[in-house]
């Protein structure tokens, strides 16, 4: 009968694992994988930081070379590009980026530049509307500008300046020649906005009766916009000068009611103060009468109403 198996102990198994040899190439082993990890990472890190610093220095490098680079350095009478102007000049523009003179001293290079400061330095000049600047390298700068459109003369002050259908007052330039009609009533306001919102019945009045006072023979001199319920607009044809209440609506068809009235009415009345057309279906005349009114030292008038 064969002797049984013998089946080796817990306790002899762990011996005999845990033997001596054993146990030093284990440590080893493991010694040997934690270096591994712990030198990959001290690598890793390494890498890390000098890459980021080795870029900034070098960025560092190349834009203190850049400043201080001959080829960088900008001049404006030689350098600057403008496009899109025709009232607003080189030297306005060139006062407005802080280069009153066209030769730069100490050299300025082009990459000191602040564009987006440069470009709202620009728009302060009144007659840009908007502007937009390219820096082109080593040394180009081009500024394109989009200037005001004038709608009018304005008084402001007593003094005459234009005016845009956004209520900016533009000054007049030199050499420059606009025939427009003296609009009053705007400088009591001293926001753009409010003066924009007065200038709306003049544009419509402008846009709608365009053709009409072109074929009639009549001149738009002055229009006051003071108030914006009554568009009051001095017209003139010849030695004749009549002030007109329009309103601030259907311009086009109350010109026509003028122009058609207007021969009549100066047939029957030497001079006339004004004519309000506001009224639905009357048209009301206010005329100068020659006779003088005793004690008064001046002219009477009355006011008549005609049928359109």
């Not at 190349?62 to 001959?70: C, L, T």
């Not at 960088?72 to 980026?97: E, M």
């Amino acid at each position: 009968m064969n002797s049984p198996e013998q089946i080796p102990l817990l306790d002899e198994v762990v011996a005999e694992e845990l033997s001596p040899d054993r146990q030093k190439r284990r440590v080893a082993g493991a010694r040997r994988g934690r270096t591994g990890v712990g030198a990959r990472f001290l690598k890793a890190a390494t890498f890390g930081i000098l890459i980021p610093l080795f870029l900034a220095w070098g960025v560092y490098r190349i834009a203190r070379w850049a400043v201080a680079s001959e080829r960088l350095v900008f001049q404006p009478d030689r350098d600057l590009v403008v496009t899109g102007n025709h009232y607003v000049t080189r030297d306005d523009l060139l006062t407005a980026l802080g280069f009153s003179d066209s030769a730069v001293e100490p050299p300025f290079s082009i990459f000191r530049l602040n564009l987006v400061a440069e470009q709202k330095r620009v728009q302060s000049i009144p007659w840009i509307k908007s502007a937009t600047i390219v820096r082109i390298f080593p040394d180009r700068l081009i500024v394109n500008v989009k200037e005001r459109t004038p709608l009018a003369f304005a008084q402001v002050n007593g003094r005459l300046e234009l005016v845009d259908e956004d209520g900016v007052f533009l000054p007049v330039p030199e050499k420059a020649s606009f025939d427009f009609p003296v609009l009053s009533g705007l400088d009591s306001v001293t926001s753009p906005d409010q003066r924009k919102a007065l200038l709306i019945p003049y544009s419509d009045f402008m846009n709608q009766t365009h053709d009409a006072v072109a074929r009639s023979g009549w001149l738009i001199s002055e229009a006051n916009l003071s108030d914006p319920n009554d568009l009051r607009v001095l017209l003139v044809e010849g030695s004749e000068t009549v002030l007109v209440h329009f309103g601030h609506q259907d311009f086009e068809r109350r010109f026509k009611t003028f122009a058609t009235l207007a021969p009549k009415v100066l047939a029957t009345n030497p001079r006339i103060d004004s004519i309000d057309l506001r009224y639905r279906n009357e048209v009301v005349v206010d005329p100068f009468e020659a006779a003088t009114a005793p004690g008064t030292g001046g002219q009477v008038s009355g006011k008549t109403a005609a049928k359109p």
